[in-house]
Each structure stands twice: as structure tokens, then as C-alpha cells.
């Protein structure tokens, strides 16, 4: 794949609270992906939503994400436990393992605009610091809890012009079409997302 060096090395395990839902992010490197915390409430009320809160959640309330290209997500085990929901009318889907209520991935609501987003709560914290590092920088940190002043602030233009080119790169290789949370024929969801009620929503508040 354009003349990378595939290393096991570089593969980042994950696994749901549970366990059955696992698999991998390949080659995942700060070259290829993008470690950031995001600290916006939609984020937040997702781990409050299935109360994996200490879970997924660090300590100024952001969720700490890595961003890769989408035919570099593998699902080991448990691919038919994946389900997905829309928090708000937005178009991002939030993917999850109903077995244990895990959230996992958040991905665009179809495989037209290719990316996927791991949570990396759900990987062993030293696999996240030996193969990523440290965040490149915080999404929202208006919305952040605590003391954020010597946080890196990461500006949502900055992380678009990242992502831009991977996106290019897996629609003109066809790599959108090797995401596995999508059909590769229609690039639709495997699984019918739902939408967060508005009684969900409100004892969110």
C-alpha cells in the first residue's frame, strides 16, 4: 500500500469491556493518523450515554481519538455485535458493541467521506503512548472540564487539512470500499444506525 512497510509492531489492538468485539488499527503511527483528545459534548455524552465514562473519558472530560485511514481498521471478533447510533441530527455515526455498551469508532454517516475514528479507550494506554505519543492537540477545549491552560488547542481547520489528503488518497485507491463497517458495493452502514430519542437526550442534561 503505497510502498509502506507493513510492521505488526505498528498495529494497535482494541478490544470492547467485554471483550468480544476486538480486532485492530493497522500501521498505526503518528505519520499515518491523527492522536487528538476531542472535548465536545456530543463526545461526552456518548460515554455518558452508555456510562463508560471512566472508560473513555480522561481527566478534562475529552475522548482521546486516533484518526486513520478506513481500510486500516480490522474487526478481529465480534463484527456482528457492531451497532451504531446518531447522537444529534449531524452526520456522524457512533459505532458501539451492544453486547457491553462500548463505544468504539465514529465514522461519517456513510463510506462516501472516508475516515474512521478510534476511541482509544479501548486500547492498552501503553500500545497508545509507544505507538502514537502525545495528542497532537485538543478539539473544543472551550467545552473541556478543569484547569486547561497548558493544553495544546487543536483548531478544527488544522485537523480538516490533515484528514484531506488521506481522504484523497482512499477514494482514489478504493480503500473506502475496505472499510469494514461499511458494504463495500453501496459504502452503507453493515448495521441500520438509530437516532438517540429525544428522552435519551434530555437525561443527558
Request: net charge neutral.
Amino acid at each position: 500500500m503505497e510502498g509502506e512497510t507493513k510492521s505488526a509492531s505498528d498495529d494497535l489492538p482494541f478490544a470492547c469491556e467485554c471483550g468480544e468485539v476486538s480486532g485492530f488499527v493497522r500501521q498505526a503511527t503518528p505519520s499515518q493518523g491523527d492522536h487528538i483528545v476531542c472535548c465536545c459534548s456530543d463526545c461526552r455524552d456518548l460515554a455518558r450515554h452508555f456510562r463508560k465514562e471512566s472508560r473513555i473519558l480522561e481527566d478534562h472530560g475529552g475522548t482521546p481519538l486516533y484518526q486513520s485511514r478506513c481500510a486500516r481498521l480490522e474487526i478481529g471478533t465480534g463484527k456482528h455485535r457492531l451497532a451504531c447510533l446518531h447522537m444529534t441530527e449531524q452526520a456522524t455515526t457512533r459505532w458501539y458493541a451492544e453486547c457491553c455498551g462500548t463505544p468504539l469508532f465514529n465514522t461519517y454517516k456513510n463510506g462516501r467521506i472516508p475516515y474512521v475514528t478510534t476511541l482509544l479507550g479501548n486500547c492498552d494506554p501503553a500500545s497508545v503512548d509507544a505507538r502514537l505519543g502525545q495528542p497532537l492537540g485538543y478539539l473544543f477545549l472551550d467545552e473541556a472540564t478543569g484547569d486547561t491552560s497548558k493544553l495544546p488547542a487543536m483548531p478544527m481547520s488544522r485537523l480538516i487539512r490533515r484528514f484531506f489528503l488521506r481522504m484523497v488518497k482512499d477514494i482514489l485507491s478504493g480503500d473506502r470500499r475496505r472499510n469494514p463497517l461499511f458494504d463495500a458495493s453501496t459504502l452503507e452502514p453493515i448495521a441500520a444506525p438509530r437516532r438517540l430519542r429525544m428522552e435519551e437526550r434530555n437525561a443527558l442534561l
